[in-house]
């Protein structure tokens, strides 16, 4: 089963911007439906975004025109770039995959694979 690493947080002004990569352990990334989510401190995980196989993406309409998900398969990984951050934003984010669905929405039952996590902190 294909391992997931995530890698790209920091500490951001507001308005600021970072881009989140997600690598895989294994050259299969392309077979993949992949997402992220967030979870705040004392919050509920929440799915930010996710892409099918055949590219199909869906968004958060709290990050819609602000967050965008794609997926280099040559390189194996998965990123979010994240532009306009809020500290509504802050959060850890995860990486996540699913090897047998190809249509996948933002819902954690989609996903099946977990990153660790790395933070992001938007300050005001």
């Known amino acids: 089963q294909v391992q997931l690493v995530e890698s790209g947080g920091g500490s951001v002004q507001t308005g600021g911007s970072l881009r989140l990569s997600c690598s895989a352990t294994?050259?299969?990334?392309?077979?993949?439906?992949m997402g992220w989510f967030r979870q705040a401190a004392e919050k509920e995980r929440e799915g930010v975004a996710s892409?099918?196989?055949?590219?199909?993406?869906s968004y958060a309409d709290s990050v819609k025109g602000r967050f965008t998900i794609s997926k280099d398969n040559a390189k194996n990984t998965l990123y979010l770039e994240m532009n306009s951050l809020r500290p509504e934003d802050t959060g850890m984010y995860y990486c996540?995959?699913?090897?047998?669905?190809?249509?996948?929405?933002?819902?954690?039952?989609?996903?099946?694979?977990w990153g660790q996590g790395t933070q992001v902190t938007v300050s005001s």
């Open positions: 294994k050259n299969s990334l392309y077979s993949y439906s």
């Open positions: 996540a995959a699913n090897g047998v669905r190809s249509r996948v929405g933002l819902e954690l039952g989609d996903f099946y694979i």
């Open positions: 892409i099918g196989l055949l590219s199909r993406e």
